[in-house]
Each structure stands twice: as C-alpha cells, then as structure tokens.
C-alpha cells in the first residue's frame, strides 16, 4: 500500500506531477501514489471510501457543499483563474465571430466530471449578459457537442486509468505517460485549424497559446459579478447541483489520512510553485482549520 495517495485535477496537473517529483526525490523512503482526471472524479472517489490523502481541486465549492466537515476540516486556496477560449486565430475582439462561424468545433472537457467542463457551460449559459440569444446561439451551434456524454468516454487529460505513482504512467515510472516512456504527456491533444476550446486562462497564458479573453459577465474570474456567476448552474456525475462561482482552486488534506505528516510534506512541497508565473491570479487564502 502507498504511503501517500494523491489525487489531482487536471488544470494543476503538471505542476502537481513536478511536486510529485521534487517531493520524491526528498523523500526516497517514501512510496507516492499520484492520479487524475476531473475534480468531481476526485471528490466521487473519496465520498466512494477510496483512501486518498491530499487532493488537488479546480473548485474549491467542491469542499465547501461536500467534504467539509466530515471529509476535510479545511483547505487552502492557492491560485484564481478565469474561462478564456483559445484557438488558432481567436482574439478578444473577434470571438464572438469565430465560434459562431458554422464551420468552427466549439470544445470542452466532461462537464460532468470536470470543473472546466462544466464551467464552460457556465460560460455559455451567462453569454446572454453579453449579447442577447447569444446563449443560445452557442449551445445550439451544429458543430458543438459539449453535452453529448458519448464524447467522454475517454480521458480528457490522456493519463490511463490508474496511471500513477512509480509504476507505469506515474511520474516516476517509464511506461506509457511517465517521463522516460514513449506515453503522451498530461494535457489536451493539440486543436487542428476551425477547432476552438473553452478553457482556465492559465494554460494558453502560460504557454503562449493564441487565446480569447472573455468578458467578466461569461469569464468567471471577476469576484464583482459573483453574484451573477451565482445565477448559473450545471448537475455532475452524482447528481450534485453545482453553483456558479468565481474560479477558485484549492488543496486539501483528507480528514481521516493514515499519513498526515507525509501529506502536510507534500502540501508544503506543492505550495512553493510560482502559480501566478504560471498563469494564475494571485489568490491564497485558507478556509476553515488550516494550519501548514
């Protein structure tokens, strides 16, 4: 059995698996075993029994409604972000035009599963705010499938299942989606020309991806329309109804971990990531009994 299970959501992917990686070079007696997917995966898995010790979630809400006080007894919020569209070609000024040209393919991860999912939707449903029928307009649009689940079958992040750790797939191990194997890496398969995707700002910002900021009434990352962003919601994997909210992300300890030092250890080793040099907005903060 591992000595430390942690499981990540995919917009913290990377960095968790450098965490993962500085973290057991520190500590070579110790056994990490690293999974993810989509945040509500996540939750679903510990709400399940599932024996995970430090999570790394899109949406801090997650914690709040479901975790907390019986899963966790508090969390830490470590970076903001907001919903941009990145695409060949597509620019704050323009995309509106682009996505609503027949002949784009509007995507986005699971909303069932996954916060950038379904916060995508979210987008979508407050684009009214910005021009009217435009809501519909982007649902409707023939080449948009977002809430057909038969297109989510697969991964969204290309990790295997059960990929993790030091066996393959992990980021210690060489098989497929490890670093010394011939695998995919973490992440999202690169958009071909006329395929346009709803996604956290940090990834395209930080990677020099060609990008369209939102406005703040679609974006999600503006606290002044909170009340706004409240106004909208989707229903996940599990049947939980899901707020919108200003994008927070976080990271817990479980409340009943087994390895709460090795947890706190790797809390600590994740936290000194430079989250706003990687496209994050520089918000921290703890919530309820977080003491590291």
Request: charged fraction near 25%; hydrophobic fraction near 35%.
């Amino acid at each position: 059995m591992a000595d430390l299970k942690i499981f990540s959501a995919g917009v913290a992917m990377r960095l968790a698996k450098q965490a993962v990686e500085a973290f057991e070079a520190e500590h070579p007696e110790l056994d990490v075993e690293f999974s993810g997917g989509g945040s509500v995966a996540g939750v679903n898995r510990l709400l399940g029994g599932e024996d995970l010790d430090v999570l790394i979630l899109a949406d801090q809400t997650a914690i709040d409604e479901q975790l907390m006080p019986d899963y966790a007894d508090g969390y830490f919020v470590w970076g903001g972000n907001e919903m941009c569209i990145t695409g060949k070609g597509i620019n704050s000024e323009n995309w509106k035009e682009v996505l609503l040209d027949p002949a784009s393919e509007v995507k986005h991860t699971n909303p069932y599963d996954d916060p950038s999912g379904y916060r995508a939707v979210m987008a979508m449903l407050l684009a009214d705010h910005v021009e009217e029928g435009l809501s519909d307009k982007l649902l409707h649009h023939p080449k948009y499938k977002g809430l057909d689940r038969e297109q989510y079958r697969r991964n969204p992040f290309g990790l295997p299942p059960g990929g993790h750790g030091k066996g393959p797939g992990g980021p210690g191990g060489k098989g497929p989606g490890g670093p010394g194997g011939p695998g995919r890496k973490p992440g999202f398969p690169p958009l071909k020309d006329g395929e346009y995707r709803f996604t956290y700002l940090s990834g395209p910002s930080s990677s020099g991806a060609e990008y369209a900021k939102l406005p703040p009434e679609m974006s999600q990352g503006d606290p002044a329309y909170e009340d706004l962003y409240n106004s909208v919601t989707f229903t996940v994997d599990g049947g939980k109804v899901v707020k919108g909210t200003t994008v927070l992300h976080a990271i817990m300890i479980a409340r009943n971990t087994a390895h709460r030092e090795a947890a706190e250890a790797f809390v600590k080793e994740f936290l000194k990531t430079d989250f706003v040099a990687k496209g994050f907005t520089p918000v921290q903060k703890a919530v309820g009994e977080w003491n590291l």
